[in-house]
Protein backbone atom coordinates (compact mmCIF):
# COMPACT_ATOMS: atom_id res chain seq x y z
CA UNK A 1 0.00 0.00 0.00
CA UNK A 2 0.84 3.85 -0.65
CA UNK A 3 0.72 6.46 2.51
CA UNK A 4 0.26 10.27 1.17
CA UNK A 5 0.76 12.38 3.89
CA UNK A 6 0.36 16.36 3.97
CA UNK A 7 1.36 18.99 6.37
CA UNK A 8 1.73 22.84 6.13
CA UNK A 9 -1.95 23.87 6.77
CA UNK A 10 -3.51 26.26 8.99
CA UNK A 11 -4.59 29.80 9.25
CA UNK A 12 -3.42 32.92 7.51
CA UNK A 13 -3.92 36.00 6.69
CA UNK A 14 -5.35 37.56 3.70
CA UNK A 15 -1.99 38.39 1.92
CA UNK A 16 0.01 35.42 3.50
CA UNK A 17 2.35 33.08 2.78
CA UNK A 18 2.01 29.29 3.59
CA UNK A 19 3.56 25.68 1.91
CA UNK A 20 2.02 22.17 1.60
CA UNK A 21 3.67 19.54 1.77
CA UNK A 22 2.72 15.97 1.10
CA UNK A 23 5.37 12.87 0.98
CA UNK A 24 4.08 9.38 -0.42
CA UNK A 25 5.38 6.23 1.25
CA UNK A 26 4.90 2.48 1.06
CA UNK A 27 5.06 0.36 -1.84
CA UNK A 28 6.22 2.40 -4.78
CA UNK A 29 8.23 1.99 -8.00
CA UNK A 30 7.74 4.94 -9.30
CA UNK A 31 5.57 8.03 -9.05
CA UNK A 32 4.11 9.66 -12.38
CA UNK A 33 2.16 12.77 -11.77
CA UNK A 34 1.34 14.56 -8.59
CA UNK A 35 -0.80 17.26 -7.86
CA UNK A 36 -2.93 19.22 -5.55
CA UNK A 37 -6.53 19.96 -5.36
CA UNK A 38 -8.53 21.66 -2.87
CA UNK A 39 -12.73 21.62 -2.19
CA UNK A 40 -14.21 24.42 -0.01
CA UNK A 41 -17.87 23.53 1.75
CA UNK A 42 -20.01 23.79 -0.36
CA UNK A 43 -18.37 23.60 -3.28
CA UNK A 44 -17.33 21.25 -5.81
CA UNK A 45 -13.48 19.91 -5.62
CA UNK A 46 -11.22 21.84 -7.93
CA UNK A 47 -7.77 21.03 -9.32
CA UNK A 48 -4.59 23.76 -8.32
CA UNK A 49 -1.40 22.43 -9.63
CA UNK A 50 -0.31 19.20 -11.01
CA UNK A 51 3.36 18.64 -12.32
CA UNK A 52 5.15 15.82 -13.84
CA UNK A 53 7.41 13.61 -12.94
CA UNK A 54 10.48 15.47 -14.90
CA UNK A 55 8.93 19.17 -13.71
CA UNK A 56 6.32 20.08 -16.39
CA UNK A 57 3.58 21.86 -14.36
CA UNK A 58 -0.16 23.37 -15.01
CA UNK A 59 -2.17 25.36 -13.27
CA UNK A 60 -5.90 26.48 -13.50
CA UNK A 61 -6.23 30.59 -14.26
CA UNK A 62 -7.17 31.59 -10.54
CA UNK A 63 -3.59 30.48 -9.05
CA UNK A 64 -1.54 31.36 -11.73
CA UNK A 65 1.26 33.25 -10.75
CA UNK A 66 0.63 33.41 -6.94
CA UNK A 67 0.45 29.08 -6.66
CA UNK A 68 3.86 27.01 -7.40
CA UNK A 69 4.03 23.44 -7.89
CA UNK A 70 7.57 21.62 -7.08
CA UNK A 71 8.52 18.15 -6.39
CA UNK A 72 11.24 15.99 -5.23
CA UNK A 73 11.45 12.66 -6.73
CA UNK A 74 14.16 11.21 -4.18
CA UNK A 75 11.80 11.97 -1.44
CA UNK A 76 8.53 11.14 -3.06
CA UNK A 77 7.44 14.94 -2.15
CA UNK A 78 5.35 17.62 -3.71
CA UNK A 79 5.53 20.93 -2.25
CA UNK A 80 2.77 23.71 -3.06
CA UNK A 81 4.02 27.22 -2.02
CA UNK A 82 1.03 29.42 -1.95
CA UNK A 83 1.31 33.35 -2.03
CA UNK A 84 -0.91 36.49 -1.89
CA UNK A 85 -3.71 34.57 -0.91
CA UNK A 86 -7.30 35.42 -0.37
CA UNK A 87 -10.34 34.14 1.61
CA UNK A 88 -11.59 32.63 -1.51
CA UNK A 89 -8.13 30.17 -1.38
CA UNK A 90 -10.13 28.60 2.19
CA UNK A 91 -10.17 24.63 1.88
CA UNK A 92 -8.64 21.46 2.40
CA UNK A 93 -6.07 20.67 0.20
CA UNK A 94 -5.40 17.44 -0.78
CA UNK A 95 -2.32 16.31 -2.74
CA UNK A 96 -2.99 13.11 -5.03
CA UNK A 97 -0.18 10.85 -6.47
CA UNK A 98 0.05 8.82 -9.75
CA UNK A 99 2.26 5.74 -8.17
CA UNK A 100 3.59 2.63 -9.97
CA UNK A 101 4.30 -0.59 -8.49
CA UNK A 102 4.31 -4.14 -8.92
CA UNK A 103 1.91 -6.77 -6.86
CA UNK A 104 2.59 -9.93 -7.34
CA UNK A 105 4.81 -9.69 -10.72
CA UNK A 106 1.99 -7.65 -12.08
CA UNK A 107 2.40 -3.89 -13.54
CA UNK A 108 0.02 -1.48 -11.59
CA UNK A 109 -0.78 2.22 -11.59
CA UNK A 110 -3.31 3.87 -9.28
CA UNK A 111 -3.87 7.57 -7.77
CA UNK A 112 -3.95 8.15 -4.24
CA UNK A 113 -5.12 10.72 -2.40
CA UNK A 114 -3.81 12.10 1.46
CA UNK A 115 -6.22 13.50 3.78
CA UNK A 116 -6.31 16.33 3.00
CA UNK A 117 -4.80 19.91 5.30
CA UNK A 118 -7.14 22.96 6.08
CA UNK A 119 -5.47 26.07 5.08
CA UNK A 120 -7.73 29.03 6.18
CA UNK A 121 -7.69 32.85 4.85
CA UNK A 122 -8.74 35.07 7.42
CA UNK A 123 -8.23 38.68 9.02
Known amino acids: QVQLVESGGGLVQPGGSLKLSCTAS????????MGWYRQAPGKQREMVASITRNGSTNYPEFVKGRFTISRENSKNTVYLQMNSLIPEDTAVYSC?????????????????WGQGTQVTVSS
Open 96 to 112: TADVANYREGVYHEYLY
Open 26 to 33: GRILTIKD
